[in-house]
């Protein structure tokens, strides 16, 4: 009979489900329908996988990382699994070097200590103590890059991004998490149509993301809206412009808010010009990173432009 | 069979989501109830809802609808927005080209909630 192993105990479900077998045994597992509906009690299996049923409408992203519903869970064979919020483990990087990608953005790339397994988009925790941290997300590609890319953008007194501006320099040793997130590609639907709305550094995932869709051969179009108040804070353009020359189904589209119109780029807020050019978003897969408010006012243009909501992603940072 | 097999089990209730939700955050009368929440997490709310609706699986009691919808409640949550969700509930299910008599049946279901929902 398959075991499941949870908090370092071990456990006989029988003919119960998981979330039914860990309740009556005493261990609190957040549950609301408990029928695969609500997704109230979703867990991750870290060790052992479980039976696609158990998977039944999560997002894939989610279903990627061996995320599941135990209500929905009759193991096949053994596992390991955990909460949501466990599982980000801790471990030390080197920092291999650090540049200024416009005024206010520094580009930082880490050797971790071991390796680290991740999806272009996700983020990483960036320890400047044991008690502050803040999330930084990956531009890097694991199938490309050597190296883990941030993009850490100075905000006004930050503790972390304030410290990582005045003292960070390369060789450094310094802690960060294990990677998490759900906003990331994942293969399949090759000819899906993409959108990707950031603002800022939340360029630095769209950047991850759009790499590992055209290295996964993605055949649609994939369409880049980039928001800044000024020219200044534009970076990563040249290349950019270059994976647009090697690849026709790319599309980027830097947007100026504020000032004068300009040649090379589109004049007004990322997310009406990224609508004007996309009314209908229907069958679409939508990437959504940066400014909190714009984050979430894309949520809610996208979907009313088509958008299912299980193919919006987004980062609100 | 089942309302809920007839009228297409999950696949049914994932092509309704989309459609319902839009309904409920576009109309001025109820959307307001949504501020500041997060779409994701109220997106699997609505598949619950429409899950129960449908006749399929749930484990909701009048307990837990009371408790879910308290704070709406105390925000004045009435008859007329009840009644705003379950007109969107039959539009929804009259854009997927769901059979009347299975429409009004779907509808009973999510009647049979109001009392609990409403806090009464």
């Known amino acids: 009979m398959p075991t499941v192993v949870y908090g370092g105990q071990s456990y006989e479900c029988g003919e119960q489900s998981v979330l039914d077998c860990l309740t009556a ?9 408990r029928s695969g509906s609500c997704q109230t009690c979703l867990m991750r299996a870290i060790k052992g ?21 135990p209500c929905s869970c009759y193991p096949e064979e053994n596992i390991e699994i955990v909460l949501p919020a466990e599982g980000m483990g801790k471990i030390e990087a080197t920092v291999a070097s650090v540049e200024y990608l416009n005024a206010d953005i520094l580009g930082i790339k880490l050797h971790p200590s ?6 272009a988009g996700q983020f990483i925790n960036f320890f400047r103590d044991a008690a502050t941290a803040r999330s930084y997300s990956l531009a890097s590609v694991p199938a490309l890059d050597h190296e883990l890319y941030l993009n850490v953008r100075k905000v006004p007194s930050g503790l972390v991004s304030g410290w990582i501006f005045s003292n960070l320099k390369a060789g450094d040793t310094v802690t960060i998490s294990e990677a998490a997130g759900d906003c990331f590609y994942v293969p399949g639907k090759p000819g899906q149509n993409i959108l990707l709305i950031g603002t800022g550094s939340g360029l630095a995932p769209l950047y991850g993301i759009i790499r590992d869709a055209l290295l996964n051969g993605h055949t649609g179009q994939i369409s880049l809206y980039h928001g800044s108040y000024n020219a200044d804070g ?33 004049q007004g807020m990322v997310l009406d010009i990224a609508l004007a050019d996309n009314p209908d978003l229907s069958g679409w897969r939508i990437f959504l990173c940066g400014n909190p408010d714009m984050v979430n006012a894309a949520k809610r243009e996208t979907f009313f432009a088509g958008a299912s909501m299980n193919d919006i992603y987004a980062d609100p940072f | 069979m089942s309302l809920y097999t007839e009228i297409g089990g999950e ?19 109820i959307k307001h109830f949504f501020d500041g929440v997060d779409m994701g997490k109220q997106a699997s709310k609505q598949k619950a809802f429409l899950t129960m609706a449908f006749g399929g699986p749930h484990n909701y009691t009048g ?11 105390a925000k004045g949550l009435n008859d007329s927005h009840f009644n705003a969700v379950m007109e969107n509930l039959g539009a929804t299910l009259t854009e997927l080209n769901v059979p009347g008599h299975l429409i009004a049946q779907a509808a009973a279901i999510a009647e049979s ?7 009464k």
Do not use: W
């Open chain 1, 234 to 266: 534009f970076y990563l353009v040249k290349e950019l412009q270059k994976l647009e020359q090697y690849h026709s189904n790319f599309r980027y589209t830097p947007c100026v808010s504020e000032g004068e119109a300009q040649k090379d780029y589109a």
């Open chain 1, 25 to 33: 045994q005493g261990v609190p597992i957040p549950s609301s329908c």
């Open chain 2, 63 to 73: 307990e837990d609808m009371r408790k879910g919808h308290a704070h709406l409640v």
């Open chain 1, 114 to 119: 071991k390796p680290l397994t991740y999806k």
């Open chain 2, 113 to 119: 909630t109001r009392k609990d929902v409403l806090g």
């Open chain 1, 49 to 69: 996988s479980v039976p696609e049923k158990a998977k039944a409408g999560l997002k894939p992203t989610l279903a990627a990382q061996n995320y599941f519903l």
């Open chain 2, 11 to 29: 696949p049914a209730v994932n092509a309704a989501v989309d459609i319902f939700y839009r309904k409920v955050l576009k109309d001025d009368r």
